[in-house]
């Protein structure tokens, strides 16, 4: 599986951006998706996550700021954020979770990033 992270940039508190996952490969072997992000000096934390079935998780610090979205294994995997803050500044990567048989098998985009500053 590769994944191909876009839509990042600088954008004002309270701005939007759309983050954007392109999956290739054996994507229909993937059972989770989600973006965790890492801002300087900090470790890489989850921001939100959602399930082939279409469950969603999400961390506190962005429930009903962001919604991630994917229509379906065929489709990018979508983060739509709103409200920004300066705190929700990182990289952000996407992530993929594919289960063969017994295993789970994680990969990882190569993160864009996001910048939140007036």
């Known amino acids: 599986v590769q994944l191909q992270a876009s839509g990042g940039g600088l954008v004002q508190p309270g701005g939007s951006l759309r983050l954007s996952c392109a999956a290739s490969g054996s994507i229909f072997s993937i059972i989770s998706m989600g973006w965790y992000r890492q801002a300087p000096g900090k470790q890489r934390e989850l921001v939100a996550t959602?399930?082939?079935?279409?469950?969603?998780n999400y961390a506190d610090s962005v429930k009903g700021r962001f919604t991630i979205s994917r229509e379906n294994a065929k489709n990018p995997l979508y983060l739509q954020m709103n409200s920004l803050k300066p705190e929700d500044t990182a990289v952000y990567y996407c992530q993929a979770v594919r289960e063969v048989g017994r295993n789970d098998y994680i990969y990882w985009g190569q993160g864009t990033q996001v910048t939140v500053s007036s």
């Open positions: 959602i399930t082939s079935s279409g469950n969603t």
